[in-house]
């Protein structure tokens, strides 16, 4: 489908020239109209309030994580953007995330795509937080009081 491919038969398959061939079934059209509402929205919203929204966010975080014995943050304050990524003393990043997702609070785990930094810092992996124009402090708090706990039940 999609022009990918010119002709089909038992015998063999010729297709199409580049970059048709790449063109493999239909478009994501829900997909294409999707981001252009999102682009929308974040026009509306405008970029340096979600920046700035997304910046004391992970200011309270970095505050509140900050305060877990054992937590440990990893990277430069200075250049943290809407992410942050952290280790716990003697709890594995994905027993993090599992224990943190029965509470109903989303964390990433793994290398994320950084597996020579992880060596750099001599750790298997990491859990990772990430925030967005719709993420309050109260969800900060909640996962913050999450890690607490895991920290006393790894301890």
Known sequence: ????????????????????????????????????????????????????????????????????????????????????????????PQDIGMLLDLEGIAVRTGHHCAMPLHARFGLSASARMSVGVYNTEAEIDALAAGLRRIAAMFQ
């Not at 970059?19 to 970029?47: C, H, K, M, N, Q």
């Not at 509140?64 to 709890?91: C, H, V, Y």
């Open 1 to 92: 489908g999609g022009d990918m491919i010119e002709r089909v038969s038992f015998e063999g398959t010729s297709f199409n020239e580049i970059p048709f061939r790449f063109e493999a079934g239909t478009p994501d059209i829900a997909g294409i109209v999707a981001l252009g509402e999102a682009l929308d929205y974040l026009g509306e919203l405008g970029l340096e309030r979600v920046e700035r929204h997304e910046a004391a966010l992970i200011g309270h975080a970095q505050r509140a994580l900050a305060q877990i014995p054992g937590l440990r943050i990893l990277g430069d304050p200075r250049e943290r953007r809407g992410a942050l990524a952290f280790t716990l003393e003697g709890a594995h």
